[in-house]
Antibody, heavy 124, light 107 residues
Protein backbone atom coordinates (compact mmCIF):
# COMPACT_ATOMS: atom_id res chain seq x y z
CA UNK A 1 0.00 0.00 0.00
CA UNK A 2 1.37 3.40 -0.99
CA UNK A 3 1.68 5.77 1.96
CA UNK A 4 2.98 9.30 2.28
CA UNK A 5 3.33 10.83 5.73
CA UNK A 6 4.29 14.46 6.22
CA UNK A 7 5.85 15.82 9.40
CA UNK A 8 7.63 18.86 10.73
CA UNK A 9 4.89 21.45 10.53
CA UNK A 10 4.24 23.92 13.33
CA UNK A 11 4.21 27.54 14.40
CA UNK A 12 7.07 29.76 13.27
CA UNK A 13 7.62 33.50 13.49
CA UNK A 14 7.82 35.67 10.36
CA UNK A 15 11.32 35.56 8.94
CA UNK A 16 11.96 32.16 10.48
CA UNK A 17 12.75 28.80 8.92
CA UNK A 18 11.18 25.38 8.98
CA UNK A 19 11.84 22.05 7.29
CA UNK A 20 8.97 19.70 6.54
CA UNK A 21 9.50 16.08 5.59
CA UNK A 22 7.58 13.39 3.80
CA UNK A 23 8.19 9.69 4.41
CA UNK A 24 7.18 7.38 1.59
CA UNK A 25 6.45 3.66 1.62
CA UNK A 26 4.79 1.00 -0.49
CA UNK A 27 6.45 1.83 -3.80
CA UNK A 28 9.93 2.16 -5.32
CA UNK A 29 10.57 5.71 -4.17
CA UNK A 30 13.70 6.23 -6.25
CA UNK A 31 11.73 5.79 -9.47
CA UNK A 32 9.34 8.70 -8.96
CA UNK A 33 9.22 12.47 -9.06
CA UNK A 34 7.93 13.89 -5.79
CA UNK A 35 5.86 17.04 -5.42
CA UNK A 36 4.88 19.53 -2.73
CA UNK A 37 1.48 21.25 -2.94
CA UNK A 38 0.11 23.70 -0.39
CA UNK A 39 -3.31 24.98 0.58
CA UNK A 40 -3.83 28.15 2.56
CA UNK A 41 -6.80 28.14 4.96
CA UNK A 42 -10.05 28.25 2.99
CA UNK A 43 -8.20 28.56 -0.32
CA UNK A 44 -7.39 26.37 -3.31
CA UNK A 45 -4.44 24.16 -4.16
CA UNK A 46 -1.10 25.72 -5.09
CA UNK A 47 1.80 23.73 -6.55
CA UNK A 48 5.03 24.54 -4.69
CA UNK A 49 7.90 22.40 -5.97
CA UNK A 50 8.88 19.15 -7.68
CA UNK A 51 12.04 17.02 -7.71
CA UNK A 52 12.97 14.28 -10.15
CA UNK A 53 13.84 10.75 -9.11
CA UNK A 54 17.62 11.38 -9.00
CA UNK A 55 17.36 15.08 -8.00
CA UNK A 56 18.65 16.08 -11.44
CA UNK A 57 15.61 18.23 -12.16
CA UNK A 58 14.09 20.61 -9.63
CA UNK A 59 11.26 23.09 -10.17
CA UNK A 60 9.73 25.80 -8.00
CA UNK A 61 6.75 28.10 -8.14
CA UNK A 62 7.88 31.57 -9.21
CA UNK A 63 6.16 33.09 -6.17
CA UNK A 64 8.64 31.47 -3.81
CA UNK A 65 11.52 33.63 -5.11
CA UNK A 66 14.29 31.34 -3.92
CA UNK A 67 13.11 31.01 -0.31
CA UNK A 68 12.25 27.30 -0.50
CA UNK A 69 14.52 24.33 -1.28
CA UNK A 70 13.35 20.82 -2.13
CA UNK A 71 15.57 17.78 -1.66
CA UNK A 72 15.30 14.03 -1.26
CA UNK A 73 17.10 11.06 0.24
CA UNK A 74 16.46 7.94 -1.81
CA UNK A 75 18.23 5.74 0.77
CA UNK A 76 15.61 6.67 3.38
CA UNK A 77 12.56 7.30 1.16
CA UNK A 78 12.34 10.90 2.28
CA UNK A 79 11.57 14.18 0.54
CA UNK A 80 12.12 17.52 2.25
CA UNK A 81 11.02 21.10 1.85
CA UNK A 82 13.28 23.65 3.53
CA UNK A 83 11.42 26.93 3.95
CA UNK A 84 13.32 30.13 4.80
CA UNK A 85 12.32 33.76 5.29
CA UNK A 86 8.78 32.63 6.03
CA UNK A 87 5.90 35.07 5.66
CA UNK A 88 2.34 35.11 6.93
CA UNK A 89 1.15 34.22 3.41
CA UNK A 90 3.10 30.92 3.60
CA UNK A 91 0.64 29.71 6.24
CA UNK A 92 -0.90 26.59 4.74
CA UNK A 93 -1.26 22.85 4.88
CA UNK A 94 1.67 21.39 2.97
CA UNK A 95 0.94 18.15 1.13
CA UNK A 96 3.46 15.85 -0.50
CA UNK A 97 2.26 13.88 -3.50
CA UNK A 98 3.77 11.21 -5.70
CA UNK A 99 4.74 12.45 -9.13
CA UNK A 100 5.29 10.64 -12.37
CA UNK A 101 7.79 8.00 -13.36
CA UNK A 102 9.31 7.40 -16.79
CA UNK A 103 9.24 3.68 -16.06
CA UNK A 104 5.49 3.34 -16.44
CA UNK A 105 4.03 2.82 -19.89
CA UNK A 106 0.79 4.36 -21.04
CA UNK A 107 -0.78 7.65 -20.06
CA UNK A 108 1.31 9.82 -17.75
CA UNK A 109 -0.18 10.60 -14.37
CA UNK A 110 0.91 12.75 -11.46
CA UNK A 111 -0.25 13.27 -7.91
CA UNK A 112 -1.93 9.88 -7.72
CA UNK A 113 -1.15 9.54 -4.00
CA UNK A 114 -1.16 12.27 -1.37
CA UNK A 115 -0.19 12.52 2.25
CA UNK A 116 -2.56 13.91 4.87
CA UNK A 117 -0.65 17.19 5.01
CA UNK A 118 1.21 19.12 7.69
CA UNK A 119 0.13 22.57 8.87
CA UNK A 120 2.64 25.40 8.82
CA UNK A 121 1.55 28.56 10.61
CA UNK A 122 3.63 31.71 10.27
CA UNK A 123 2.69 34.18 12.98
CA UNK A 124 4.19 36.25 15.77
CA UNK B 1 2.69 30.18 -16.87
CA UNK B 2 -0.47 28.40 -18.00
CA UNK B 3 -3.54 29.78 -16.25
CA UNK B 4 -6.31 27.28 -15.50
CA UNK B 5 -9.83 28.70 -15.16
CA UNK B 6 -12.69 26.61 -13.76
CA UNK B 7 -16.38 27.31 -14.05
CA UNK B 8 -18.69 27.68 -12.36
CA UNK B 9 -17.25 28.54 -8.95
CA UNK B 10 -20.20 26.83 -7.28
CA UNK B 11 -22.61 24.29 -8.74
CA UNK B 12 -25.84 23.45 -6.94
CA UNK B 13 -27.13 20.02 -7.87
CA UNK B 14 -29.75 17.64 -6.47
CA UNK B 15 -28.71 14.09 -5.57
CA UNK B 16 -29.14 11.79 -8.56
CA UNK B 17 -28.74 14.60 -11.07
CA UNK B 18 -25.86 15.10 -13.48
CA UNK B 19 -23.10 17.64 -12.86
CA UNK B 20 -20.87 19.14 -15.52
CA UNK B 21 -17.74 21.07 -14.55
CA UNK B 22 -15.52 23.01 -16.95
CA UNK B 23 -11.82 23.79 -17.00
CA UNK B 24 -10.10 26.04 -19.52
CA UNK B 25 -6.37 26.44 -20.09
CA UNK B 26 -4.81 29.70 -21.29
CA UNK B 27 -2.78 27.70 -23.82
CA UNK B 28 -2.81 24.12 -25.02
CA UNK B 29 -1.97 21.43 -22.48
CA UNK B 30 -2.63 18.62 -24.96
CA UNK B 31 -4.25 15.92 -22.81
CA UNK B 32 -2.01 16.45 -19.77
CA UNK B 33 -4.88 17.39 -17.52
CA UNK B 34 -5.98 15.88 -14.22
CA UNK B 35 -9.07 16.27 -12.04
CA UNK B 36 -9.04 15.99 -8.25
CA UNK B 37 -11.78 15.76 -5.63
CA UNK B 38 -11.30 17.24 -2.17
CA UNK B 39 -13.71 16.68 0.67
CA UNK B 40 -13.54 18.91 3.79
CA UNK B 41 -10.57 18.13 5.98
CA UNK B 42 -9.14 15.60 3.54
CA UNK B 43 -6.29 15.46 1.06
CA UNK B 44 -7.14 15.76 -2.62
CA UNK B 45 -7.87 12.53 -4.48
CA UNK B 46 -6.98 11.90 -8.10
CA UNK B 47 -10.07 11.17 -10.17
CA UNK B 48 -9.02 11.57 -13.81
CA UNK B 49 -5.68 11.83 -15.58
CA UNK B 50 -4.75 12.17 -19.20
CA UNK B 51 -7.98 14.19 -19.53
CA UNK B 52 -10.18 11.08 -19.65
CA UNK B 53 -8.61 8.09 -17.83
CA UNK B 54 -10.19 7.21 -14.51
CA UNK B 55 -7.73 6.63 -11.68
CA UNK B 56 -7.69 3.34 -9.81
CA UNK B 57 -10.85 2.74 -7.81
CA UNK B 58 -12.80 5.69 -9.21
CA UNK B 59 -16.47 5.02 -9.92
CA UNK B 60 -17.56 5.02 -13.55
CA UNK B 61 -20.06 7.81 -12.93
CA UNK B 62 -17.02 10.11 -13.18
CA UNK B 63 -15.88 10.87 -16.72
CA UNK B 64 -13.51 13.37 -18.26
CA UNK B 65 -13.26 14.74 -21.77
CA UNK B 66 -11.49 17.38 -23.81
CA UNK B 67 -8.06 18.24 -25.15
CA UNK B 68 -6.04 21.32 -25.89
CA UNK B 69 -7.61 24.11 -23.88
CA UNK B 70 -11.16 22.94 -23.05
CA UNK B 71 -11.94 20.16 -20.60
CA UNK B 72 -14.99 18.80 -18.86
CA UNK B 73 -15.58 16.61 -15.81
CA UNK B 74 -18.99 14.97 -15.69
CA UNK B 75 -20.59 13.18 -12.76
CA UNK B 76 -23.52 11.22 -14.12
CA UNK B 77 -25.65 10.75 -11.01
CA UNK B 78 -24.51 12.60 -7.93
CA UNK B 79 -24.18 10.62 -4.74
CA UNK B 80 -23.97 12.15 -1.27
CA UNK B 81 -20.22 11.54 -1.13
CA UNK B 82 -19.68 13.51 -4.36
CA UNK B 83 -20.50 16.87 -2.80
CA UNK B 84 -17.02 18.31 -2.56
CA UNK B 85 -14.60 20.70 -4.27
CA UNK B 86 -13.10 19.71 -7.61
CA UNK B 87 -9.84 20.98 -9.07
CA UNK B 88 -8.25 20.63 -12.46
CA UNK B 89 -4.46 20.70 -12.90
CA UNK B 90 -2.26 20.84 -15.96
CA UNK B 91 0.99 18.91 -16.16
CA UNK B 92 1.98 19.85 -19.67
CA UNK B 93 4.61 22.34 -18.55
CA UNK B 94 6.34 23.95 -15.57
CA UNK B 95 5.18 25.54 -13.37
CA UNK B 96 2.34 23.16 -12.71
CA UNK B 97 -0.92 25.04 -12.18
CA UNK B 98 -4.31 24.29 -10.66
CA UNK B 99 -7.67 25.81 -11.35
CA UNK B 100 -9.32 27.71 -8.51
CA UNK B 101 -11.82 24.93 -7.87
CA UNK B 102 -15.53 24.26 -8.33
CA UNK B 103 -17.61 23.54 -5.25
CA UNK B 104 -20.42 21.07 -5.89
CA UNK B 105 -23.09 21.61 -3.28
CA UNK B 106 -26.45 20.07 -2.51
CA UNK B 107 -29.38 21.89 -4.05
Amino acid sequence: EVQLVESGGGLVEPGGSLRVSCTASGFTFSHYYMNWVRQAPGKGLEWVSSISSTSSYIYYADSLKGRFTISRDNTKNLVFLQMNSLRAEDTAVYFCARGSTPLETGTIKENDYWGQGTLVTVSS
Amino acid sequence: EIVMTQSPATLSVSPGERATLSCRASQSVSRNLAWFQQRPGQAPRLLIYGASTRATGIADRFSGSGSGTEFTLSISSLQSEDFAVYYCQQYESWPRTFGQGTKVEIK
